[in-house]
């Protein structure tokens, strides 16, 4: 159940970082959970839970790679 909070925490991270406003970061973190109900109604078709956290943890990449 993590998963829809997960793509907006490292959304919205990765604005922040790059000295994005607060109502960007915001919108974003609105905006990104919108379409992760797709995700949980493609999942009976196989396991896609490794390639949804895949996905979301590839907006933190450059937040680490710049720390």
Do not use: I, K
Not at 49 to 66: D, E, I, K, N
């Amino acid at each position: 159940m993590l998963l829809p909070g997960l793509p907006a925490l490292s959304l919205v991270t990765l604005g922040r970082e790059f000295r994005g406003r607060a109502v960007l970061a915001g919108a974003v973190a609105l905006t990104a959970v919108a379409p992760v109900m797709g995700v949980y109604e493609s999942m009976d078709r196989g396991p896609l839970l490794p390639f949804a956290l895949g996905v979301t943890l590839t907006a933190v990449a450059p937040v680490a790679l710049r720390r």
